[in-house]
């Protein structure tokens, strides 16, 4: 199957070079990103190609009023060392999101104040593997995004599929909890890549004084993550850990067919999140105030049949387990979704060429896996300071640091401490006039010593192509949430073709 996506992907760059229409595969695999200026939705990349670079010939020949644009994304990566027989040490993701915004000419532009209307639509074709032990694939053809937007000063709508970012923190951010993400790859992605759209109405009123905005999730959209199966599942290789440990033999057989059941909320108009959030500028300082009552973003494990194993089941050694009763077995492992109030706090400005930001989160409740394998809940609070630099021949430096508090703490959370400090951020520098952008990422627990390191090197020579070379490095305790995945250091290939 990964031999047809290869190919499939390799066709689809033939075409877009040779100025086929790109619609006509959207039937086939589609796929597409929302741009719609970052000053509209901070953060969020535009695949647009620049004003001075040339159109395809399919999309020059479409009304003046549609825009298309898109990319087309290969990722490949190799595990740098196999620990366990049933761990991937493989992975291959292929990508395609096809995006079209059409502007009705409905509006005169000589108005006195003028109105901006324009619908946005973007579908996404995602095949994920991994492998080639043990192999696992997914493969998702949807729609990505699909809203309209409609603004007459001092009011913005916006209704219908969507991503929505709060917050002022770069990577960790504890106040941007509108949409759920994609966690199959765990936080490798950057967060513009895992988020996930959802159904919302978002209206913003702004003022002299201070703007007002307010949302509405009408549906729960859950993360998408695995339970059971790959490096980066919720429950890891645990399966395969049981069939390696002293299980009673009439046992092994549910093993197999151990499962996962999903309480999720039910989908109905009176059951949805919603959040309301203010923003001011003032003295140089930009500062906003936020609350959302909204379902968590990760699974609350109700029940678990396993809860006599401790956390090392999650290494690649067999646990030791308990004797069982003679004829019992294994049942199911029951998750829901709980409902939470964050309240948020945002800041940002500017001094002396720096840039200083900070955001913090209070919740009043959030799941925690423990050693049981079972879910608690208690109140956090979180936040992060952050301050960066843009100085000479194109160097850029952030720094971050983050305080992550759990109330009546319990010591039998996993990976989590009653108090986490940690640093995160990024280091890069471009050279050969842009064309090579050399980025060091990081994030590392004070408290526990885990880390996590991403280096890559970034190739734009090509016009509308992109290369990257990195690698994923992981390093901490068995107890600790990144020192978890210490065996799952990868090197990785991204080639993007951007239209």
């Not at 190799?78 to 395609?96: P, Q, S, V, W």
């Not at 077995?329 to 800041?347: K, Q, T």
Request: hydrophobic fraction near 40%.
């Amino acid at each position: 199957m990964q031999i047809i996506r290869l190919a499939l992907f390799i066709l689809t760059l033939f075409l877009l070079q040779q100025g086929f229409p790109v619609h006509a595969l959207a039937a086939e695999q589609a796929d597409t990103e929302q741009k719609v200026a970052q000053a509209e939705s901070p953060g969020v990349l535009m695949f647009s190609p620049p004003a001075d670079q040339p159109r395809e010939a399919g999309a020059a020949a479409l009304p003046k009023t549609i825009d298309l644009s898109g990319i087309v994304e290969l990722k490949t990566a190799l595990d740098t060392r196999k620990t366990a027989d049933f761990e991937h040490t493989r992975m291959l993701r292929n990508r395609i999101r096809l995006e079209s915004r059409w502007t009705p000419d409905i509006y005169p532009a000589e108005a006195a104040t003028p109105t901006n209307l324009f619908f946005l639509a973007s579908v996404q074709s995602d095949y994920l593997w991994f492998g080639p032990d043990n192999k696992t694939d997914d493969y998702y053809l949807e729609l990505f995004e699909g809203f309209m937007h409609w603004s007459r000063f001092p009011w913005e709508i916006r209704l219908g599929r969507q991503r929505v970012r709060w917050g002022k923190a770069d990577g960790i951010s504890p106040v941007d909890n509108l949409n759920p993400h994609d966690l199959r790859e765990f936080l490798l992605p950057e967060i513009e890549e895992r988020k996930l759209p959802n159904w919302m109405a978002r209206i913003r009123h702004f003022s002299d004084w201070f703007t007002l905005e307010g949302v509405y999730i009408p549906f729960f959209e859950p993360p998408r993550l695995d339970y059971f199966g790959t490096d980066w599942a919720m429950f890891g290789h645990l399966k395969q850990i049981l069939r390696q440990s002293p299980l009673p033999p009439e046992l092994q057989a549910q093993v197999d067919h151990l499962s996962v059941t999903e309480n999720k909320p039910p989908r109905r108009l009176t059951t949805g999140d919603w959040g309301i959030r203010t923003a001011r500028t003032f003295d140089g300082w930009d500062v906003a105030a936020s609350y959302l009552y909204a379902w968590e973003k990760m699974p609350h494990v109700l029940n678990n049949p396993l809860t006599h194993l401790a956390s090392d089941t999650f290494s690649p050694h067999p646990p030791t387990l308990p004797p069982t009763r003679a004829g019992s077995g294994i049942d199911g492992i029951d998750v829901e979704y709980r409902r939470s109030s964050i309240f948020g706090l945002e800041m940002e400005t500017t001094a002396n060429g720096f840039g200083l930001r900070g955001e913090g989160a209070y919740f009043d409740r959030r799941s925690f896996l423990t050693r049981d394998l079972v879910s608690m809940d208690k109140a956090v609070l979180h936040y992060v300071l952050g301050v960066d630099y843009l100085g000479e021949q194109d160097w850029y430096v952030n720094l971050q640091f983050g305080h992550h508090v759990v109330f009546g703490y319990d010591p039998e959370i996993l990976y989590w401490n009653r108090h986490d400090y940690s640093v995160n951020g990024e280091i890069s520098k471009e050279f050969w006039r842009g064309n090579i952008e050399a980025v060091f990422r990081y994030y590392y627990n004070i408290r526990d010593k885990s880390v996590m390191l991403n280096p890559h090197l970034v190739l734009r020579y090509f016009q509308n192509w992109e290369l990257t070379l990195g690698l994923d490095f992981f390093e901490g305790g068995s107890d600790t949430f990144l020192g978890q995945y210490r065996n799952n250091d990868q090197i990785y290939c991204i080639i993007r073709y951007y239209f």
